[in-house]
């Protein structure tokens, strides 16, 4: 094989590549934070001009010949630079007609979910203020018309994400797959069958704990709205897709304290703990509010040598009319310096503390890739190795170290809470693995038939068997359609769960192999990380980042362990 032809076609074509992707990044940026119909044009346009690098297909015929004999190479990192190459030319072949219709329709459906606003009695609302009441209001009928009004967006959407899924299955066919599923997770280096496995695995691991803890909140959900079925209105998530606000009342595991007086005006989550239980409803927010959680982040970020200032300083972090609802971390262009950036919209809450925790974790992630590395190696290993950095770092709002130390919780507050906030931290990453399980399966069945007239009772049946949310009465509305990653980000959810797995397995090998204590105080730590993981960027895949940074295989023990 010759080396030299390989190398220089693979330099002649990142040369070709990295103004594109920067104008792309930029395109996107733009959309996200302003939601224009003119953004909407310039990403569609910078699509078609990405997706003509690849079209070539004597050039994509001439890459597959090297990727498919590329064990015969001596340098790995000539080799690794082929299959990424390889990866990103096979994910865009097919006809330009179809892959511009995608491009279109992803634009489309982006602008409907920066600009939704959702009616509660006559009222657009923001999704940080529905949020707001299903995390606080007593009024079950106010709860229930901001949750409807939260899958809203869904009946505009529907018709662009079945029109998405049978374009992209177009797209699969034609490269020979049986579906886009099957596509994404072969592109993505993932074992299709090794990854249903697992899936099953977590799916009967976490069922008889989640069933108690369901039972617990459910108990407790009747006892507050005088309610004799609990409904997904009742709860504070409009995914449940997490649970902190619902277990704020419930005593942990062997406290042998007993949920009492329920929350309501003038109450707020009292509880007459008996024994050793706590006494008060654990209020997550109450520790975030009134503080600069961009402080909080840097300040955090600092403990362990990461500098994240210059991240700050170019990030859109609050609320405006037309922005993007949500929150997001991209590295616009792979020159050096890096320019990483984050979108959000921040709350002094619980919830946008771990938000800007996780989407720093990224952020942190792509500035300190090894700039010296060939361009298409100047990228995370993969998307679950990055969502582990922002998890574990996102999940510091759960550790009562870390709220003591950093975000300067006092020890009074703290007193008798320690463990309550931990455990409740445990139940928050077993309601999110019951949640990722039905954005898994659904997605699954969506691409094996995007046609079926069922989708919305399907999701429901989903709902009702993982999460056991009970289905409201005679609803049939898309609201699977309502989660943005359905339409704009397909087939990533399990990046989530494996993010989870190795986020326990690397805490626990960096305060038992490295830092000596809790990570976040370690700049010993934060070194460990740019050599081990960040560093090293696209180098190696998953699994052989994995084995380096933490000593062994991905092993699921770490996670269920956690779960408390």
């Known amino acids: 094989m010759d080396t030299v032809k390989i190398q220089d076609f693979i330099a002649y074509f990142e040369e070709r590549l990295a103004p594109v992707e920067k104008a792309s990044s930029e395109a996107y940026w733009d959309l996200a934070t302003t939601g224009t119909e003119e953004a909407s044009r310039e990403v569609v346009r910078i699509g078609k001009e990405y997706n003509a690098l690849f079209s070539d297909r004597d050039e994509f015929e001439r890459v597959k010949g090297w990727y498919e004999g590329r064990e015969a190479l001596e340098s790995q990192i000539l080799r690794r630079r082929l299959e990424i190459l ?16 995608v491009e279109e329709l992803e634009a489309e459906a982006n602008a409907v979910y920066n600009n939704h606003r959702g009616k509660v009695e006559g009222e657009e609302k923001s999704e940080n203020e529905l949020r707001a009441v299903l995390r606080s209001s007593d009024d079950a009928s106010l709860r229930q018309g901001a949750w409807e009004a939260s899958k809203s967006v869904g009946g505009p ?63 407790h959900l009747k006892r507050r709205f005088g309610a004799e079925r609990v409904m997904p209105w009742h709860l504070s ?7 902190k606000q619902d277990t ?16 309501g005006a003038g ?33 955090t970020y600092d403990n362990m040598g990461l500098e994240v200032r210059d991240v700050l300083a170019r990030s859109d972090l609050y609320e405006r009319e037309g922005k993007s609802q949500h929150a997001f ?35 942190v992630y ?45 020890e009074e507050e703290l007193a008798g809470e320690s463990e309550r906030i931990s455990w409740i931290g445990g139940a928050d990453r077993l309601v999110f693995t019951r949640w990722a399980l039905v954005m898994y399966n659904f997605e699954k069945a969506l691409y094996e038939d995007p046609d079926r007239d069922d989708l919305n009772s399907l999701w429901w049946d989903l709902v009702e068997e993982i999460q056991l949310v009970n289905r409201p009465p005679g609803r049939d509305e898309p609201d699977w359609a309502a989660k943005i990653h359905v339409a704009v980000a397909p087939i990533y959810y399990h990046n989530y769960v494996l993010g989870h797995l190795t986020a326990a397995q690397l805490r626990r090998y960096l305060e038992d192999n490295i830092a000596g204590g809790p990570f976040y105080k370690s700049e010993i730590a934060g070194r460990y990380l740019q050599e081990a993981i960040f560093g090293p960027g696209a180098r190696d895949d998953w ?18 362990e956690s779960l408390g």
């Open 543 to 560: 699994e052989t980042t994995v084995l380096r940074a933490t000593g062994e295989e991905l092993n699921p023990r770490y996670f269920v």
């Open 157 to 219: 959407v529907e018709g662009t994400v079945r029109e998405l899924a049978r374009l992209r299955n177009k797209l699969a066919r034609d490269a020979g797959y049986p579906n886009h599923r099957v596509r994404a997770l072969d592109l993505q280096e993932i074992d299709v069958e090794g990854l249903d496995r697992l899936m099953e695995d977590l799916e009967a691991t976490t069922r008889t704990p989640f069933e108690e803890l369901r039972g617990e909140i459910d108990e």
């Open 267 to 299: 109450n707020h989550g009292q509880v007459t703990g008996e024994g050793t239980g706590a006494t008060t409803a654990l209020d997550p927010d109450r520790f975030f509010r009134g503080k600069d959680l961009e402080a909080l982040t840097r300040e």
């Open 248 to 263: 704020a009342a419930l005593p942990f595991p062997g406290s042998g304290g007993h949920p009492g007086g329920e929350p």
């Open 237 to 243: 998530d409009p995914f449940f897709q997490s649970c």
């Open 329 to 363: 971390c991209m590295g616009v262009g792979r020159d050096y310096p890096y320019d990483v950036r984050v979108l959000a919209n921040v709350q002094p809450d619980s919830y946008w503390a771990d938000t800007m925790l996780h989407e720093f974790g990224h952020a």
């Open 366 to 410: 792509d500035k300190y890739i090894n700039p010296s590395l060939p361009y298409l190696l100047r990228s995370i290993a993969h998307i679950n190795t990055t969502e582990a950095i922002a998890l574990m770092m996102g999940g510091l709002v759960d550790d009562p170290g870390w709220l003591s130390s950093v975000a300067g919780v006092s």
């Open 86 to 101: 390889y990866k990103t030319f096979a994910g865009r072949q097919g006809d330009e007609a179809t892959l511009t219709r």
